[in-house]
């Protein structure tokens, strides 16, 4: 049981794949699992710091990416 560090990292990076693809078609739901996917591979608190650097503390918080994140 100690390699499911490895599963998480495997599954992470595969929802974000299949969200990157996903997104350029007309599928909804594309970006939620690229965040997803963030979140398989990093762990949630890392993931909203992630998304908050990336797109700016006003941003982050009209989004509610934080309460998403909790969510899921």
Not at 41 to 68: C, M, P, Q
């Amino acid at each position: 049981m100690k390699n499911w560090e490895y599963f998480h990292k495997i599954f992470g990076i595969i929802l974000i794949i299949i969200g990157i693809i996903t997104y350029l078609t007309p599928i909804p739901g594309s970006t939620l699992l690229i965040v997803l996917g963030f979140i398989w591979l990093i762990g949630k608190k890392r993931t909203s710091y992630f998304f908050k650097e990336i797109l700016g503390k006003k941003l982050f918080n009209f989004l509610k990416i934080k309460s998403l994140v909790k969510k899921l």
